[in-house]
């Protein structure tokens, strides 16, 4: 069992950077994958960056490619989304989740794969 706790969300202005943090307990085992989503008000939930526990394999959507920087610590247990050149479209609750197996690609992308979720931080960018 997996318990996830994020931090780090915030209001900042356009173009600025915030780093969030997921804290996890319990075991992650070497194929568990970590993911971000995030949903803004009256939208869908939509990935946003993956990455495979053992090896550090990082996915992005499109959108966030060349702004946004998944990573992990395993001896923290945690794992931390970089966001810079934060733009108001970014403005959402983003959630960290984690899979129980190793996925690739359009797989990391689909929030069905994930079995635990957190309860959400919020990130809101003013223009």
């Known amino acids: 069992q997996v318990q996830l706790v994020e931090s780090g969300g915030g209001l900042v202005q356009a173009g600025g950077s915030l780093r969030l943090s997921c804290a996890a307990s319990?075991?992650?085992?070497?194929?568990?994958?970590l993911g971000w989503f995030r949903q803004a008000p009256g939208k869908e939930r939509e990935f946003v960056a993956a990455?495979?526990?053992?090896?550090?394999?990082?996915y992005y959507v499109d959108a966030v490619k060349g702004r946004f920087t998944i990573s992990r610590d395993s001896a923290k247990n945690t794992v931390y989304l970089q966001m810079n050149s934060l733009k108001p479209e970014d403005t959402a609750v983003y959630y960290c989740?984690?899979?129980?197996?190793?996925?690739?690609?359009?797989?990391?992308?689909?929030?069905?794969?994930?079995?635990?979720w957190g309860q959400g931080t919020q990130v809101t960018v003013s223009s």
């Open positions: 989740a984690a899979s129980t197996q190793y996925g690739r690609g359009r797989y990391l992308s689909d929030m069905n794969n994930y079995a635990y």
């Open positions: 319990g075991r992650i085992f070497s194929t568990y994958s």
């Open positions: 990455i495979s526990w053992s090896g550090g394999s990082a």
